[in-house]
């Protein structure tokens, strides 16, 4: 129905934003990734995908068109509905997501909060296909193969100095996609340091 939104932001937080459209106001739930490509932005383009149910009209918005296809080949999968494929892409971006369905890597899908081994092999049975037409090299990305565990650990430890989260998200991302090798939490964190003095 809407195929984007072009507007004043008016409010952003790094779940929804407010964007005031003619002197209407739209609240637009985004993934995380969308949150960071607005950083510092006062007007912008959001690419949209409304979501119609008995109780609710929900709009999903997008700093790029990838971004939003994406996310419609997400919901279409059993089991996965706009909340998780929001998390999905606040967690991976699209490349990653593309890689790591392509590559059969139920592991990487895993490590996103609330999806457990059975939606992630469903995830890969419904999109492998889809996605290797469109990107029949993606299979050859490598993805980082840092645990789980050492991120979290990095993360927690930098949010206790006093950065701000999404940042060190960023930080932490650009690290281990620069040093996939990476192991040591220590490591991680001086990375994220050397990105986050920038």
């Not at 919901?75 to 929001?86: C, E, L, N």
């Not at 690290?175 to 340091?193: F, G, S």
Request: charged fraction near 20%; aromatic fraction near 6%.
């Amino acid at each position: 129905m809407y195929a984007y939104l072009k507007g004043e932001i008016t409010y952003r937080s790094p779940a929804f934003i407010t964007l005031e459209v003619n002197g209407i106001g739209f609240h637009v739930n985004i993934p995380l990734s969308t949150y960071t490509a607005i950083e510092g932005k006062e007007r912008t383009t959001i690419y949209t995908h409304l979501i119609v149910k008995e109780d609710s009209h929900t709009l999903y918005g997008f700093a790029t068109q990838t971004e939003r296809a994406m996310f419609v080949l997400l919901i279409g999968v059993t089991g996965v509905g706009a909340t998780t494929a929001q998390l999905i892409l606040s967690s991976m971006t699209v490349d990653e997501v593309r890689a790591a369905v392509i590559g059969e890597q139920a592991h990487v899908l895993q490590r996103v909060k609330g999806i457990g081994a059975k939606t992630a092999k469903q995830i890969i049975l419904d999109l492998k296909n889809k996605l290797a037409k469109e990107a029949p090299d993606a299979g050859a990305i490598l993805l980082p193969s840092i645990d789980n565990t050492v991120r979290e650990e990095a993360l927690s430890a930098l949010i206790s100095l006093g950065f701000n989260r999404i940042a060190v998200q960023k930080a932490l991302n650009s690290a281990m996609k620069d040093n996939p090798a990476l192991t040591r939490v220590e490591d991680l964190i001086k990375m994220a340091l050397k990105a986050l003095a920038v």
